[in-house]
């Protein structure tokens, strides 16, 4: 059984910066390709980004340029480097894990979620 913990969540001003960590345990976790979805109140669960063992990335259009994904595989943590938030970055943060890494974004069936961790961004 894989589990992940989430941390690393808070609130923070628009145009501040939080790391969120996502530790996974559990047999053959550390092959499996990892990632973020978000989900705001009233709106259904987005994409954020996702990472393969390898270090292959994928970014929401949202995220470009101002968040970066990155993984220790030894480990087994997977990191969310968040920079210059804005407030419709207000969600609830889940970390994922899946052995299909080009269905991942879709969200759909993957393998493992987290309980996720609240991130808010305020004037």
């Known amino acids: 059984q894989v589990q992940l913990v989430e941390s690393g969540g808070g609130s923070v001003q628009i145009g501040g910066s939080l790391r969120l960590s996502c530790a996974a345990s559990?047999?053959?976790?550390?092959?499996?390709?990892m990632g973020w979805f978000r989900q705001a109140p009233g709106k259904e669960r987005e994409f954020v980004a996702v990472?393969?063992?390898?270090?292959?990335?994928v970014y929401a259009d949202s995220v470009k340029g101002r968040f970066t994904i990155s993984r220790d595989n030894a480990k087994n943590t997977v990191y969310l480097q968040m920079n210059s938030l804005k407030p419709e970055d207000t969600a609830v943060y889940y970390c994922a894990a899946d052995k299909n890494y080009f269905t991942f974004p879709r969200g759909i069936n993957l393998d493992y979620w987290g309980q996720g961790t609240q991130v808010t961004v305020s004037s």
């Open positions: 559990g047999r053959g976790v550390s092959m499996y390709t």
């Open positions: 990472i393969t063992y390898g270090g292959t990335t």
